[in-house]
């Protein structure tokens, strides 16, 4: 990522259509900065993927889950990359193969086992798709016998432990080693997370605002105060666990928002973006996706215009394969199944905002 500063209105160039996701069999497609509602999981995947040409031994400690076949997916496409452990307790004893007919060719005799520390010894690496929780108990143990950890959880996001028991209602059991894990959005995080051994992937609705609002904010284009973030998701976020809020008679021809003023990625939005948000999430008829839309005042000292705040966002992302900026309008179907997020901003001039997509 170039540095944060703002730039003169540039003619943007990043508008073309059909940019292959490597890896991923997906293809960038226009218009949206829609994300899988694991997407800042799979960009973690892709960082690996371009990190290091030496193989690697894996494991996936709940794999049984909507992310963790995410993660089964990935890596089979992986060419460093071997899984060698796949737990899901609830599925132990079964072929993955068999909960993931799709992966039948990849994984052949792939079983699930239960999830013991001591099956992870030596790993080179280890993803925890785990409900959030469930890892602060377990990665102190496992630090010591893994290479490296990336947890997909929110057990390890937030830098303050003093904000768990506040937006997750218990206080962390791991304090001390929330300094040690890296933020998980390679675009805004790539230093952190090359000299970690350590990642906690960042939160679905975080990615979206984060790659959209942190340009701006860095570069003093926008007020730090007074930014709201009205996002959409699909349904796959909330897992595969069995909900009544997300049975099919339930959402679908529904689209309800939740989570008003207390949704859990809202300190993790701040500190991804260093500043104050109003978030409301929603919840789409959709299996996977996200529409993030973001509102702020600019700087008073700022002219903007829709061409260079385009210009600026176009400018910091130039180097980044995954992050397309268009003129466009969004639609969450035009990146599905791809590694990408597209980006579109405006100015309106008869209300004095900026909204960024």
Known sequence: MRPLTAVPAVTVKRYSTGMVSPGIGGVCQSGSIQSLHDHAQVRIIMHFMAASG????????????????????????????????????????KL??????????????????????????????VFLAMPHGAAQGIVPELRKRVGAIVDLSADFRLKDSRL??????????????????????????????????AVAVAG???TASALALAPLVQAGLIEPSGIIVDAASGVSGAGVALKESSLFCTVDESFSAYGLLDHRHTPEIEQAIGASVL??????????????????????????????????????????????????????????????????????SRTGWVVVL
């Not at 059991?173 to 090359?194: H, K, N």
Request: net charge negative; charged share 15%.
């Open 54 to 93: 030496k193989s690697r031994q894996i494991g996936i400690v709940g794999a049984s889950g909507y992310l963790g076949a995410e993660l089964l997916r990935l890596s089979a496409l992986h060419p460093q990359f071997e899984v060698v452990l796949a737990t899901g307790d609830t599925q132990a004893g």
């Open 96 to 125: 993955a193969a068999s909960r993931y007919p799709n992966l039948a060719a990849a994984y052949p005799s792939l079983m699930f086992s239960e999830f013991d520390p001591s099956a992870c010894e030596g790993l080179d690496l």
């Open 164 to 197: 768990y028991p506040e937006w997750y209602h218990e206080p962390h059991q791991s304090p001390e080693l929330l300094e040690e894990f890296a933020y998980g959005i390679p675009e805004l995080f790539r230093d952190e997370i090359a000299g970690s051994t």
């Open 204 to 206: 679905c609705y975080p």
């Open 279 to 348: 978030f409301t999430p929603h919840l789409a008829p959709m299996s996977r996706g996200i529409l993030a839309t973001c509102y702020a005042r600019p700087v008073a000292s700022q002219q903007l215009t829709s061409e260079s705040l385009l210009g600026t966002l176009s400018h910091v992302y130039a180097d980044e394969p995954f992050v397309v900026v268009r003129p466009d309008s969004p639609s969450t179907k035009a990146t599905l199944g791809s590694n990408c997020a597209h980006l579109t901003a405006r100015y309106d």
